[in-house]
Each structure stands twice: as structure tokens, then as C-alpha cells.
């Protein structure tokens, strides 16, 4: 099916543990991002990519890194998780001529 | 600093009659809108777009107005469904590629 995957859906993480959450579109579209959603605060951008090779950080970005693998894929790392990352994180792409974003499912993340 | 602002955390309202949620922002140089609708354990997704050189804009029982002196959004749904039961997310293009979102309206539709 069309659209943003992203994996895993589900993990818990110990305090110091590293990840990296995976995200992949097949729109072709050019940019992609990282948002987190907490109770309260919204939908908050960590980083994104406007097109393949480039990076930014958005309102968040610390604790985080990320890779543009290619033009589909956008990975979000966490060196050393900390229980402030505890979140939900979704992945987002737009492509040029089209409205807004199309997002993942998300994933549910616990660092305990 | 909260550009994007959705000041009313839950809205309840009866089968039939109408919903207003209301957006606001504080920079003058957003000038396109979103509205996007979220289902729990499930991504957003677009319901309804604005630019700012429009005052109005429909699709079916969608309506979102946009006032600019006042920089207030607003999404009306008649008449309101049982499905329409989410948390809606309004959101502002900031430049040229990143949307800023608000902190969400959950709406349930009683029956």
C-alpha cells in the first residue's frame, strides 16, 4: 500500500539504551520529517529533510539525530535515551504539488 | 513560545449540530492552513486546507474560515457525526517546507 511505514510500532527503552526508528515512503515525495506528539504539546518537529542530502533541525532536536538515507527513507536515532523522549513519533513526507503532509502510523516509545 | 494555539483542549457536542474549533496564531506571515484529523493509534490525516487569500473554504460538511486581522481559524462540521469523534490538529506553513501544529481539540460527538 501506498503511503508512510514506520518501524517498529512499539518499543521500551532503558535509560542510556540508542535506537533508531525507521521510516520509509513510496510517493516520491522530496521532504520528509520527524514529529513527536505528547499529551498537552501537540504535534512538535524534531527534524526534517527537505530533500535528499539535507537535513534541519526543527522546534526539538535535541538528543536526536537523523539520517536521509535516500530519496524514501528517513531515519530518527537516539544515542542515549533519556524518559523525557517517552513520546509518540511520527514520520511525515510531502511531496511539492501536494496539500500538507501524508504520516506514518506512528510509534510508540517508553524509556523507562 | 506557541505560534499555533488551540486554546479549548475538548469540545463535546450532540449529533446533528454543528462543531466549531478554533485555531489561532500569532505570526502574520503564515499564510496557508491546515486541518487535520486524528484517530487514536493512528497517524493524522489532512481534512482541509486554507490560503490566506481566501476567507473560506468548503469540502461536504467541512468548512474552515480564516479571519487575518484577527489571525483566528476556525473548522466548522455540520452536521456533526459520531465519527467525527478525534482529536483535530490545526497547522500553519512556516517558510517554505515545515508545517507548526497546535496542541489539538479531542471532539466527541455524542449520539
Known amino acids: 500500500n501506498a503511503g508512510v511505514t514506520q518501524t517498529p510500532k512499539f518499543q521500551v527503552l532503558k535509560t542510556g539504551q540508542s535506537m533508531t526508528l525507521q521510516c520509509a515512503q513510496d510517493m516520491n515525495h522530496n521532504s520528509m520529517y520527524w514529529y513527536r506528539q505528547d499529551p498537552g504539546m501537540g504535534l512538535r518537529l524534531i527534524y526534517y529533510s527537505a530533500s535528499e542530502g539535507t537535513t534541519d533541525k526543527g522546534e526539538v532536536p535535541n538528543g536526536y539525530n537523523v539520517s536521509r538515507l535516500n530519496k524514501r527513507e528517513f531515519s530518527l536515532r537516539l544515542e542515549s535515551a533519556a524518559p523525557s523522549q517517552t513520546s509518540v513519533y511520527f514520520c511525515?513526507?510531502?511531496?511539492?504539488?501536494?496539500?500538507?503532509?501524508?504520516f506514518g502510523s506512528g510509534t510508540r516509545l517508553t524509556v523507562v | 513560545d506557541q505560534q499555533v494555539k488551540q486554546n479549548s483542549p475538548s469540545l463535546s457536542v450532540q449529533e446533528g449540530r454543528i462543531s466549531i474549533l478554533n485555531c489561532d496564531y500569532t505570526n502574520s506571515m503564515f499564510d496557508y492552513f491546515l486541518w487535520y484529523k486524528k484517530y487514536p493509534a493512528e497517524g493524522p490525516t489532512f481534512l482541509i486546507s486554507?490560503?490566506?487569500?481566501?476567507d473560506k473554504n468548503e469540502d461536504g460538511r467541512f468548512t474552515v474560515f480564516l479571519n487575518k486581522s484577527a489571525k483566528h481559524l476556525s473548522l466548522h462540521i455540520v452536521p456533526s457525526q459520531p465519527g467525527d469523534s478525534a482529536v483535530y490538529f490545526c497547522?500553519?506553513?512556516?517558510?517554505?517546507?515545515?508545517?507548526?501544529f497546535g496542541t489539538g481539540t479531542r471532539l466527541k460527538v455524542l449520539a
Open positions: 511525515a513526507s510531502r511531496g511539492e504539488w501536494v496539500d500538507g503532509y501524508t
Open positions: 497547522a500553519a506553513l512556516s517558510g517554505t517546507y515545515k508545517y507548526i
Open positions: 486554507i490560503s490566506s487569500i481566501k
